[in-house]
């Protein structure tokens, strides 16, 4: 079973406007990474934040780590409708082993 | 560089039967990663290979099973299929362990 959980489990927004979903873990968070999936198909890996980060950027993208609370939050700024996906957070386990959380859909209406 | 490629992508298959699943990692990948993906239990690990040795292993039963090749290649095999097996299935390649490629994954329906 997963060990992440993401909220919102679905948003809907409008072109230019942002968004934000966030990661929280049962466990420690180790390396997280954010992915983003289209439509039922392969993954792409979006940003990494190392445990000893705090916030980093990424073009339009913005993450934040809280390792005392066990979350992270992702920020998408002025979305467009392109940004529709799937997005998902990943804790590293060791051994290329990803534990995932259940994921954000985003829809961004034209 | 051409990405990660994963044969078939769809797999129509009975329960009872078996199937192979091929991931064609990055050139110069010599780790590859599976994730079984459903509807309830989301996005799962069910192993790692690297240089054709299995590192880690997730939560599956013995029915799923692969290997890796010495030009990186791997295969992932699940036997006596159930209805449950049903999911996308990811093949993913890295050079290190923080960022991953993931391939376009396989559909596999068992009826």
């Known amino acids: 079973s997963q060990q992440g959980e993401e909220d919102p489990q679905a948003l809907s927004i409008q072109e230019g406007e942002n968004a934000t979903m966030n990661c929280s873990n049962k466990t420690s968070i180790n390396n997280l990474q954010w992915y983003r999936q289209n439509s039922g198909r392969g993954l792409v890996h979006l940003i990494l934040i190392r445990s000893n980060e705090r916030e980093k950027h990424s073009g339009r993208l913005r993450v934040t780590l809280d390792t005392s609370k066990k979350s992270s939050s992702l920020l998408i700024t002025a979305s467009r409708a392109a940004d529709t996906a799937s997005y998902f957070c990943?804790?590293?386990?060791?051994?290329?082993?990803?534990?995932f959380g259940t994921g954000t859909r985003l829809l961004v209406s034209p | 560089k051409a990405g990660v490629t994963q044969t078939p992508r769809y797999l129509i298959k009975t329960r009872g039967q078996q199937v192979t699943l091929s991931c064609s990692p990055i050139?110069?990948?010599?780790?590859v990663s599976w994730y079984q993906q459903t509807p309830g239990q989301g996005l799962q690990f069910l192993f790692e290979y690297f240089s054709e040795t299995q590192r880690n292993k997730g939560n599956f039963p013995g029915r799923f099973s692969g290997r890796q090749f010495s030009n990186s290649r791997s295969e992932m095999n699940v036997s006596t299929l159930e209805l449950g097996d049903s999911a996308l299935y990811l093949c993913?390649?890295?050079?290190?362990?923080?960022?991953?490629?993931f391939g376009p994954g396989t559909r596999l329906t068992v009826t």
């Open positions: 050139s110069g990948h010599r780790s």
């Open positions: 990943a804790t590293d386990e060791g051994f290329q082993k990803l534990v």
């Open positions: 993913a390649s890295s050079v290190d362990r923080y960022e991953q490629y």
